[in-house]
């Protein structure tokens, strides 16, 4: 469960909420792995950390935390979730590449497809460094060539145009491609303010990946 508040006494009061819940229907939560996280607003944070509390004993503060297989931290950085990506990709390609060695081409190809270009919530990667996207991007031109027994430094555009494969920016593209069309087409009015603010250095982000 994930609690969102603006301030420090919103989150004390649904705390409240959920201790009075749990109270009358005999559950409890466990302190040890509860954690709350403020985020940094125009680059600051609080240094001292805010009492939270919940069944009478202190929540702990993190400053990034995985949730749903995505790292979130404080200041909404996404290097750390681009990096477990990229270790995700080299252990399947390296599972591809034993297993499916003695595959055909358009085989090896299709696999490719399927398993290496989810990039999970890679259309949400907007505030990060040049050089850990740089870094995916090698890793996915590597597991390619490895798959399919090409020479390390031949041209990444031009097999992928061989073999009719996307490249890794056109895969990012698509997806950022079908985020856009599914926060414009969403009824969830959470969601709709977002797709509403076309001026928001999110949408930007989207704008300048797609265009």
């Not at 603006?6 to 409240?16: C, D, F, H, I, S």
């Not at 931290?73 to 681009?82: M, P």
């Not at 890793?139 to 399919?148: A, D, E």
């Not at 926060?183 to 928001?200: C, H, M, P, Q």
Request: charged share 25%; net charge positive; glycine share 6%.
């Amino acid at each position: 469960m994930v609690l969102l508040s603006p301030t420090v006494g919103g989150l004390r009061e649904m705390l409240e909420v959920c201790e009075n819940y749990a109270d009358v229907h005999g559950l409890l939560y466990n302190v040890k792995k509860s954690e709350y996280m403020i985020f940094r607003a125009g680059g600051r944070c609080l240094d001292n950390s805010p009492s939270v509390t919940l069944n009478g004993l202190s929540v702990n503060r993190v400053t990034k935390f995985k949730y749903l297989g995505h790292f979130l931290s404080d200041g909404l950085e996404v290097d750390v979730d681009i990096e477990r990506e990229r270790r995700a990709l080299a252990v399947r390609g390296n599972m591809l590449a034993r297993r499916f060695s003695r595959c055909s081409d358009e085989v090896k190809t299709i696999l490719f497809k399927a398993y290496c270009q989810s990039f999970y919530s890679g259309s949400l990667w907007v505030r990060h460094t040049k050089r850990s996207l740089d870094v995916l991007r090698i890793q996915y031109n590597n597991v390619f060539r490895m798959m399919l027994g090409l020479p390390r430094f031949c041209s990444a555009s031009g097999m992928f145009a061989l073999y009719r494969t996307d490249g890794f920016h056109a895969v990012i593209r698509k997806k950022t491609a079908s985020l856009i069309c599914r926060l414009r087409g969403s009824r969830n009015k959470i969601l709709e303010t977002v797709a509403d603010r076309f001026s928001s250095p999110l949408w930007r982000s989207f704008v300048r990946r797609v265009i």
